[in-house]
């Protein structure tokens, strides 16, 4: 804890969210643990003990309360805490819980020891990383027999037990309380198509902000934007012999493309909206997801840039209103991506040629390669090809991509990207260093530093890029030569992601 206990019960007296997710509260005179902005009648301060993780407070024998739901509580960045690499490892078990193998995996992903990691999570968290993975299961099945109607048992495979009895055994051990009791006891969901859960995030959030930098940039048939809602096509592997880095599972024929979806991958859509009386998101997927519905969940944190604490980023940018008035606004997020490649392939395509531009050259290529699907969701037609599909194009591609209207240079570009995201000699999913990420990106030909760092802020949720050659940037800032920009965004670490996303916004609201 970075604060005394009484100012950790002052946030929890004034219902603070700051502080949700940052740290719990458990109640001796009740036995349940509460998000800091829980609206129950307050305990006394002498009943109170403060932990710095939902998996703390379940290991000291409390349960999670009915009313705050801490399985909502917003996750932190893996970038903005001390414990890095623990904030990392935390982020691949809860996204992964449903298939994580052991903790040695997650251990090669951050490029590190099992040993080294397990104490450094103990250090951040308080607890060994086997349980913490057992609590992000148990929050996940909870979130899901409560906002879904669901049958127990694809609840329990959804967040990663192993059989049905198991799951009932570890839910009724740490709650007392068995998955059909807690589903009675709450009231009756509303039928419809999908399945329906909520992400917390900390206020303010700049949802219509957010909404436009998606809607310009959407591409055609796998995105849209509209009614206040954001969505979208969604392939992701259902086992790690498909997953982002190893797809060489999935490439199919060695000579020429295969569009179609394989077995190993689940397909379908997802449709986010925003709660603002709940400080959440609303998400819905369809059924045919449930099999991978944490990756899914893990994909929209990001793309939406949930663990985001905006006040802390807000403390260093406020400075950004020297420079002009409204310049830096408290509750703006960096959008980060739902499909790495598909992004970087939207990024190269957008080299020196306007949004609108590139995002009709990014529909062209997924009316010719990309997958049809039917989502029964107007405008919602098509899977963008995947790094396999595009890598076993190998030299054809200037030629199938030359008649769509991409250069011979950006073509090979982004077969040069698929191909290292197949062999994994680049890995954009919550890498241990992403300067050494950004430095490999660099050395690809056809890349320089404003399509790596662009990659870097959105892919490798990194909060430090800045984009000095933007011309984004620049006509935000006018009169500034990029050097002298570079040297005015010293100030602004480690948060120049969020001021470029800022300096971007504040020429909507001048026009």
Not at 134 to 141: D, F, S
Not at 157 to 163: D, E, I, K, L, Q
Not at 220 to 234: I, S
Not at 302 to 321: G, H, R, S
Request: glycine share 8%; aromatic share 8%.
């Amino acid at each position: 804890m970075t604060v005394s206990e009484s100012g950790l019960y002052a946030a929890f007296a004034a219902n603070d969210a700051r502080f949700d997710g940052r740290f719990f509260v458990g109640i001796s005179s009740t036995g349940i643990y509460c998000r800091p902005v829980c609206r129950a009648r307050r305990a006394k301060a002498a009943n109170c003990s403060f932990f710095a993780s939902a998996a703390e407070a379940e290991r000291a024998g409390y349960r999670p309360c009915l009313l705050c739901r801490p399985e909502l509580a917003p996750g932190e960045s893996a970038v903005e805490a001390s414990g890095k690499l623990a904030r990392r490892a935390a982020r691949l078990l809860r996204e992964n819980c449903g298939k994580i193998e052991g903790l040695e995996e997650v251990a090669r992903r951050l490029g590190c020891s099992d040993r080294h990691l397990r104490r450094v999570f103990a250090e951040e968290f308080h607890v060994a990383p086997v349980q913490y993975l057992q609590t992000c299961r148990l929050l996940l099945a909870k979130g899901l027999l409560t906002d879904t109607d669901l049958p127990v048992v694809d609840v329990a495979m959804a967040a990663g037990f192993g059989s049905l009895r198991r799951f009932n055994t570890v839910f009724q051990d740490r709650y007392r309380l068995s998955p059909t009791a807690l589903r009675k006891r709450l009231p009756e969901r509303a039928a419809g198509s999908g399945i329906t859960v909520r992400l917390g995030y900390r206020p303010p959030y700049r949802w219509e902000e957010m909404l436009d930098f998606l809607s310009v940039r959407a591409i055609a048939g796998v995105e849209v934007v509209r009614d206040g809602e954001y969505l979208r096509t969604v392939r992701i592997a259902r086992d790690k012999s498909a997953g982002a880095g190893a797809v060489r599972g999935v490439l199919g024929s060695a000579t020429a493309p295969s569009f179609g979806v394989p077995s190993s991958v689940a397909t379908g859509w997802v449709k986010v909206g925003h709660l603002p009386s709940h400080n959440a998101l609303q998400v819905t997927i369809s059924e045919s997801l449930l099999p991978v519905l944490p990756q899914v969940l893990g994909r929209i944190r990001q793309l939406f840039d949930l663990a985001c604490d905006p006040d802390a980023v807000y403390e260093t940018l406020k400075q950004m209103n020297d420079l002009r008035p409204g310049l830096a606004v408290l509750g703006t997020r960096v959008p980060g991506c739902f499909d790495v490649f598909e992004m970087a392939v939207r990024a190269v395509l957008g080299q020196q040629v306007t949004v609108k531009a590139a995002g009709r050259l990014a529909g062209r290529i997924v009316r010719e390669f990309g997958t049809p699907v039917d989502t029964e969701i107007e405008g919602l037609t098509h899977l963008f090809p995947s790094a396999g599909d595009i890598a076993v194009m190998a030299e054809s591609i200037q030629d199938s991509f030359g008649v769509l209207g991409v250069t011979s240079a950006r073509s090979r570009t982004i077969g040069e990207l698929a191909r290292l995201l197949v062999e994994g000699a680049i890995n954009f999913d919550v890498p241990a260093r992403p300067e050494d990420e950004i430095a490999r990106l660099e050395e690809i030909r056809g890349i320089g530093p404003w399509t790596a760092q662009y990659i870097a802020m959105r892919a490798m949720e990194w909060p430090d890029s800045f984009l000095e050659t933007d011309a984004g940037v620049k006509k935000a800032l006018p009169g500034y030569t990029s050097k002298e920009l570079v040297e005015l965004a010293e100030a602004w670490h480690p948060w120049r992601s969020y001021a470029t996303v800022n300096l971007w916004n504040s020429l909507s609201r001048l026009s």
